[in-house]
Nanobody, 123 residues
Framework: VQLQASGGGLVQARDSLRLSCAAS????????TAWFRQAPGNEREFVAA????????WYADSVTGRFTISRDDAKNTVYLVMSSLKPDDTAVHYC?????????????????WGQGTQVTVSS
């Protein structure tokens, strides 16, 4: 499956953004999906995951209560709604998919990656 991430931008602290990850050449229904992010000089870190069945979600402690991951099967798209954004959320955000994955925090567990979308939060 090929992934195309979009929706990033420059926002102010406490604003909201919705990232989208549209899949092509295959259905996401067999794939667990996740969002990771990477800030300059840092390693890629886990943000959120959704099980392939769509019945389980996992979040990094730093985003719990502020971010929500979801999937629209009709649009074959995964979303990350980010609210109460902080400057520390500034990073390139990547979507990822792995067959029958459920909640993995490990980048190597995902075989398919989108190109990344930049999120910049000003204070």
């Amino acid at each position: 499956v090929q992934l195309q991430a979009s929706g990033g931008g420059l926002v102010q602290a406490r604003d909201s953004l919705r990232l989208s990850c549209a899949a092509s050449t295959g259905s996401l229904r067999r794939y667990g999906t996740a969002w990771f992010r990477q800030a300059p000089g840092n390693e890629r870190e886990f943000v959120a995951a959704l099980s392939w069945r769509g019945d389980g979600t996992w979040y990094a402690d730093s985003v719990t209560g502020r971010f929500t991951i979801s999937r629209d099967d009709a649009k074959n798209t995964v979303y990350l709604v980010m609210s109460s954004l902080k400057p520390d959320d500034t990073a390139v955000h990547y979507c990822a998919a792995g067959v029958y994955r459920a909640g993995s925090h490990i980048p190597d567990d995902y075989d398919n990656w989108g190109q990344g979308t930049q999120v910049t939060v000003s204070s």
